[in-house]
């Protein structure tokens, strides 16, 4: 096979992975890429197969799964959306009550209500949920 069919193979594989995003085609990529290097290495059409061959199952039983683990690791305590504000600290703008109030919450001005007592402006609350755009806080204990 031609070395520019080979890289070809390896551009189209590219383009495919950018759409995909999974690594497959990655993997496959690298392994024509290997084929490549043989052919311009002068080896005949049958090593090419077999250096692609064996470059794939490495790329696609060993390393893509290593590289996807990689990836994907998060921290313990990864908290997205709503679930991060969850015992955030927030300070009250307003007198909260359990119907109504303001608080100053990641710098955003947010509704309130309070889970218990009268909160007083000023205080410092944490939220303990949220319930549609409401923060549900209570006072910070020190």
């Known amino acids: 096979m031609q070395l520019w069919v080979w890289l070809a193979a390896v551009g189209a594989l590219m383009v495919i992975e950018m759409l995909t995003v999974n ?13 490549a290097i043989a052919n311009g290495l002068g080896f005949d059409m049958g090593t090419q197969g077999l250096v692609f061959a064996l470059a ?11 590289a996807l683990k990689h990836l994907r690791k998060r921290p313990a305590n990864h908290s997205t959306n709503v679930d991060a504000l969850i015992g955030a600290p927030a300070v009250a703008l307003s ?29 410092r609350v944490e939220v303990i949920s949220i319930e549609g755009a409401t923060a549900v806080v209570r006072e910070k204990r020190n």
């Open 23 to 35: 690594l497959l085609f990655a993997s496959l990529a690298f392994s024509a890429f290997m084929a």
């Open 56 to 66: 794939a199952g490495l790329s696609l039983f060993i390393l893509r799964p290593l």
């Open 95 to 123: 007198d909260i009550n359990d119907l109504a109030g303001e608080i100053k919450l990641s710098g955003e001005t947010w509704s309130a209500r309070a889970d218990g007592p009268l909160i007083s402006k000023d205080s």
